[in-house]
């Protein structure tokens, strides 16, 4: 709890580039990866030859799983687990193996039954450590057909954070004690069961825990039956209802001492945030959160949420900021409590912005989930978009969009200029290489470019693409180019070109724009070139971007006055009715991601709308912070300079920005 008001100031007051110290101190997942991936890469050569890249082969498809009945006994004191797996399976090829994955896990017996038939022991057990695999090894072939594969296993309590693991808790007496939690994501669920720990790999998970009588136990499902322990009169057998077809990396299971405060979402499912006892006041803002956001969401998609209950909790000890187990989101505590009495409207906003992002994946993600860890970055990304959309909704007052530009957006335009950033979508094989693209560019920019999109589509017909590809997905994985053919189809434009040339290479573009008056027309000259923050380049193969560029004047600042798809290196584009002393500014809201260069003459001409605060704040911020980027890097002349420096002195900031702002102009000479 010592570090809850700190973490939300990183994410939204935002360093503009990675500050290690925070980092180090505040290791949230956006922050910690994009230091390792941004920590000792010097150039695109060494980024891309990723070098040790490990042979990597999916599991065989001949035996899958339909459901996994799953029983698990921790003991909370030696920090171990008993586990007793019933999985139904489909065998479609006939085999004398099972090759499923197992990592730290101790294979005790295995059988398989037929159905209809007579058990088969397994001999053998071969475990692949490296490839965190196991090949269970029978005597006999496994006819194609239906069975049940039976394996009692044990395992450890890790202290790892990941799998099934312990986490340590103060109970207010100053006892010590240790709740057992689980973390899936990306490829840990093997180390709690033998399992297809793959995303694409989807089946129906019946769980009962055996835990003592007088702890929490908690799953994805709710609680259907809970008796005493036959063996042991200290324990109780909780079972939960049969989940959805789920991923492995989306199962949860929590065992511990907690209190909660529950509340019932306008569209009758239960939340609970379940907060360290003694404290279940600090759940309620998040609560309310979640109470609201369901609904909203289930409006947004057109897709109810499909369990009958959800819960929020906060774990002591957890890696990432949070995670979002189907029914049972896991968040460290910073990211869930609010002290009612003693709480900054940051953390509060930082706290809705979670909530927003872990309650978005139950649909994107949980209910149509990525085929593969390569489409990653778009469940990432739309959640980290989307979060904002919902914040804005509960919250109007806090004016979030403003914080998306000021952190996630000028922070990914940051990153995304070295020439050592990477595109949006890499290709994942082992899935050891997942982590590594967790980062910034996958976070934000990612939702930098789906908010980009979505502008471009539209909210209405976005929404139809959205629900057209929640109900066609359903229950099922997919790809972006599936998300990308519901949205083109949706709105008739040509989505997968446009969104290939943001994610599929690096970097964006400087759209550098003139203007000239023709009679009461405004005619403008739009190019666009790479832009590096080490420098304007001459490449030859410059790349190209299929960029929505919007224009607004100062007849309407908020209001867009035309739309075009710059789908070349340059164009012209004609603006009737323009009278020659209105200003004219281009993308309006900052939603597209890319910096813009004006011509002295335009950037001059926007001097009043700065001045008597007409351009909008978001507007303000965006051209400021070009402006700023241009002046470092772009900008070859002193007359230029002096220009810019005009421009930015008359963008009000409070003072001690100001004086900030001075002082990084009083740096910038000489210029090159
Ligand atoms: N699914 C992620 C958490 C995750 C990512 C766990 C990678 C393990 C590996 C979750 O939805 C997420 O993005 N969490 C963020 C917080 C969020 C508000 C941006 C995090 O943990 O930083
Ligand atoms: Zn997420």
Same mark, same amino acid.
């Given at each position: 709890m010592s570090c809850r008001v700190s973490l939300s100031v990183i994410r939204l007051a935002l360093p503009r580039s990675p500050n290690p110290i925070a980092k180090l101190v505040f290791p949230t997942l956006r922050a910690s990866r994009l230091l390792v991936r941004f920590k000792?890469?010097? =150039?695109e050569s060494t980024l891309f030859s990723m070098p040790e890249r490990r042979p990597f082969v999916r599991l065989p498809t001949d035996v899958y799983p339909v459901n996994y009945g799953l029983r698990l006994k921790p003991d909370l004191i030696d920090f171990t687990f008993e586990g007793k797996l019933e999985a139904a399976v489909e065998v479609t090829q006939g085999t004398n193996q099972i090759v499923m994955n197992c990592a730290d896990i101790d294979i005790i017996t295995a059988s398989f039954v037929p159905e209809g038939g007579e058990e088969i022991n397994a001999t053998g057990f071969n475990y692949q450590n490296e490839d965190e695999k196991v090949t269970l090894c029978f005597p006999s072939t496994l006819q194609k057909g239906s069975g049940l594969l039976k394996i009692d296993f044990v395992g450890e309590l890790n202290d790892k954070m990941k799998g099934f693991y312990r986490s340590k808790y103060t109970i207010p007496s100053g006892e010590i004690r240790y709740a057992a939690v689980t973390q899936f994501e990306a490829t840990d669920a093997r180390r709690a069961f033998p399992c297809w720990d793959e995303p694409a790999i989807k089946a129906t998970f019946d769980i009962t825990l055996i835990v003592p009588k007088d702890r929490v136990a908690l799953s994805n499902m709710n609680v259907v039956d809970r008796k005493p322990y036959p063996e042991d009169h200290s324990l109780v057998e909780v079972k939960f209802a049969t989940t959805p077809i789920m991923s492995t990396y989306l199962v949860a299971f929590v065992i511990g001492e907690y209190d909660f405060v529950e509340s019932q979402s306008s569209d009758g499912v239960t939340v609970r945030v379940y907060t360290p006892v003694g404290k279940a006041e600090q759940g309620r803002f998040a609560l309310e959160v979640a109470t609201k956001t369901l609904p909203f969401y289930k409006d947004y998609?057109?897709? !109810?949420? !499909?369990?009958p209950k959800i819960d929020l909790i906060a774990i002591a000890d957890f890696a990432a900021g949070a995670m979002e187990n189907w029914g049972l989101v896991t968040y460290r505590e910073t990211a869930l409590l609010i002290d009612p009495k003693n709480s900054c409207a940051s953390s509060r906003q930082w706290v809705a912005l979670v909530v927003g992002h872990e309650l978005a994946h139950q649909w994107f993600g949980n209910l149509v989930t990525m085929e593969w860890w390569t489409h990653l970055w778009l469940n990432e990304g739309f959640a980290s978009w989307i979060e904002y959309l919902c914040v804005d909704h509960c919250f109007p007052e806090y004016d979030i969009w403003t914080q998306f530009v000021s952190a996630d957006y000028t922070r990914a335009l940051d990153l995304d200029a070295l020439d050592n950033s990477h595109p949006i979508e890499v290709d994942v094989g082992h899935p050891s290489e997942v982590d590594e693209i967790f980062d910034a560019i996958s976070y934000s920019k990612g939702a930098s470019v789906i908010r980009m999109l979505h502008n471009y589509i539209g909210d209405e017909d976005f929404r139809k693409g959205m629900n057209a590809y929640l109900l066609k997905f359903q229950h099922k994985n997919a790809s972006t180019e599936d998300l990308w053919e519901c949205l083109e189809q949706a709105s008739g434009k040509p989505i997968a070109a446009v969104m290939n040339s943001w994610t599929k290479q690096m970097g964006f573009p400087i759209i550098v724009v003139d203007q000239e008056q023709h009679g009461s027309d405004r005619v403008l000259k739009i190019s666009q070139k790479k832009f590096c923050a080490s420098g304007p380049r001459n490449d030859e193969n410059c790349p190209n971007w299929m960029v929505p560029i919007s224009i607004c004047t100062s007849e309407d600042p =908020?209001?867009?006055?035309l739309e075009v798809l710059l789908d070349q290196p340059e164009t012209t584009v004609n603006i009737t009715n323009v009278a020659p002393d209105h200003w004219l500014k281009i993308n309006p809201g900052t939603v597209g991601f890319y910096r813009i260069q004006y011509s002295s003459a335009m950037l001059e001409s926007l001097l009043p709308g700065i001045r008597d605060l007409t351009l909008l704040p978001v507007d303000r911020l965006g051209l400021q912070n070009d402006l700023f980027s241009l002046l470092h890097k772009q900008a070859d002349m002193q007359e230029e300079k002096n220009r810019i420096e005009r421009v930015l002195g008359a963008i009000p900031a409070p003072d001690i920005i100001q004086r900030v702002l001075n002082f990084a102009l009083s740096k910038c000479e000489p210029l090159c």
């Open positions: 000792s890469v010097s =150039s998609f057109s897709v !109810p949420y !499909p369990l =908020s209001c867009t006055k």
